[in-house]
């Protein structure tokens, strides 16, 4: 597999998390899925892993799918909370998403 092939995948998984039964597609719906976090922050571990193997330019279509999720996850917290979710595990899980999306895309 090309790393053009590896990112294309890439983009495909991420685009399945925000569509129903993803990860952040629970978000918006008030319910955190521990499991569904879990494979969510491997999508971003393997971003950065395909960033790191690559000296071209991240794709636009990938850079849409990952700059507003940080902020997402950010509005979703309280909700989750008053929803019932662990509030270490919650706000832990923002964070981490985050610094991964920071790392992958950069600081400005």
Do not use: C
């Not at 998984?13 to 491997?42: A, I, P, Q, T």
């Not at 071209?56 to 917290?77: G, H, K, S, T, Y």
């Not at 981490?96 to 600081?107: A, H």
């Amino acid at each position: 597999m090309n790393k053009y092939t590896g990112l294309e995948a890439l983009n495909q998984n991420l685009d399945k998390e925000w569509l129903e039964g993803g990860f952040l597609y629970k978000l918006r719906n008030l319910e955190f899925d521990v499991s569904g976090y879990m494979r969510f922050e491997g999508l971003l571990h393997t971003a950065k892993q395909v960033d790191n193997q690559t000296s071209d330019a991240i794709n636009r279509r990938f850079v849409r799918l990952l700059w507003f999720v940080p902020q997402f996850v950010e509005w979703q917290i309280e909700r989750l909370i008053d929803a019932g979710a662990d509030p270490d595990v919650v706000k832990g899980a923002a964070n981490n998403i985050r610094e991964l999306v920071g790392q992958i895309l950069g600081e400005p």
